[in-house]
């Protein structure tokens, strides 16, 4: 096998890793319309059984063998090592989920998860493809198509009055994620650092030139 084939049947896991992951949008689209309290016991039971399943997976030889089998392909190097016992992808996204969902204000958490799973698709397939200039850690191409798919997002996220400055914190928001991006590695797994990122700055922003705006979405489940 030659290295250009080894890079196409990366690149082709990378897409149906992002593709899986793109499902994920699923969840702040429901939990716009549910209350807080209803998705936090729906996110925290599967999170709880990603764990589970997860060092189950490095406990038991043969658990192990039928999920490296079934979902090994979608799993990166440092999450089949057996000696870190790392935590994989998914296991994080819904790690992500249930504690954004318990830290911040609905409006935040739907703009942060949003960002993760667009912003973070479109810089691993970009990146991966077109990446030709270094930037930080990453690619200059892959940062910037996180940066413009993320401010793309902006643009379709609920707002609380839809004030210019709600899109200018978002943009700013974008920014910091796309650089997060770039500089998160296998030891600071993305799918925590980012929407954390994002969402954190956000909440800073809105306090600093929004500071009587309450962050509570009007006639939607809180």
């Known amino acids: 096998m030659t290295p250009t ?17 793109l499902f994920s949008l699923s969840i702040p689209i429901i939990y716009y319309f549910i209350p807080k309290s209803t998705a936090a016991i729906i996110l925290g039971s599967l999170a709880a059984f990603a764990i589970t399943l997860d060092l189950t997976r490095y406990l038991s030889p043969q658990i192990g063998k039928v999920f490296y089998k079934l979902f090994g392909f979608l799993l990166r190097r440092h999450e089949i090592d057996s000696d870190k016992k790392n935590l994989n992808g998914a296991t994080y996204v819904l790690l992500s989920a249930i504690f954004g969902v318990l830290v911040f204000p609905k409006i935040i958490f739907i703009t942060a998860f949003s960002i993760l799973i667009i912003g973070d698709t479109m810089a691993a397939l970009i990146g991966r493809r077109f990446g030709k200039h270094k930037f930080l850690y990453k690619s200059f191409e892959g940062t910037l198509a996180f940066l413009i798919s993320s401010s793309i997002v902006i643009l379709f996220t609920p707002k609380i009055g839809y004030f210019y400055e709600e899109y200018i914190i978002g943009f700013v928001a974008a920014f910091v994620g796309a650089i997060i991006e770039n500089v998160s590695s296998e030891y600071v797994d993305d799918n925590l650092s980012i929407p954390f990122a994002v969402g954190f700055t ?3 922003l809105y306090i600093i030139f929004l500071p009587n705006l309450e962050l509570t979405l009007s006639r939607v489940p809180g």
């Open 202 to 204: 956000m909440w800073i």
């Open 5 to 21: 084939d080894r890079g196409t049947i990366d690149y082709k896991d990378e897409l149906v890793r992002k593709l899986i992951h």
